[in-house]
């Protein structure tokens, strides 16, 4: 978990947060990329939660880690949502 968290998690975040720049309808942010953006750093944030759980000297109980891991895929899940909903606006 802390190798893909160090490794592959900034190429993931770094595309979210692209995917919501390319919904922007002109040159400035609009309320659907301000989404998109908002919904990354909710994710970012739960993911650097665990990151801090996982490194802390205690490295958390079982039971903490496990619903910090929920926390992260319903973050994720609200992205992926949003990201449908998107589709189904801008067919193209």
């Known amino acids: 978990m802390n190798t893909w968290i ?3 998690f900034p190429k993931l975040k770094k595309s979210m947060v692209l995917y919501g720049v390319s919904l922007r309808a002109g040159e ?3 309320a ?4 998109a953006g908002e919904l990354t750093s909710n994710f970012a944030n ?3 939660t665990l990151d801090k759980l996982l490194r802390s000297s205690q490295a958390g109980s079982k039971e903490s ?3 910090q891991l929920n926390a992260c895929y319903e973050a994720l899940n609200n992205y992926i949502q949003f990201a449908k909903i998107d589709k189904e606006i801008n067919p193209n």
Do not use: H, L, R, T
């Open 6 to 8: 160090k490794e592959d």
């Open 28 to 30: 400035y942010p609009d």
């Open 32 to 35: 659907i990329s301000k989404k």
């Open 46 to 48: 739960e993911v650097d």
């Open 65 to 67: 880690i496990n619903s």
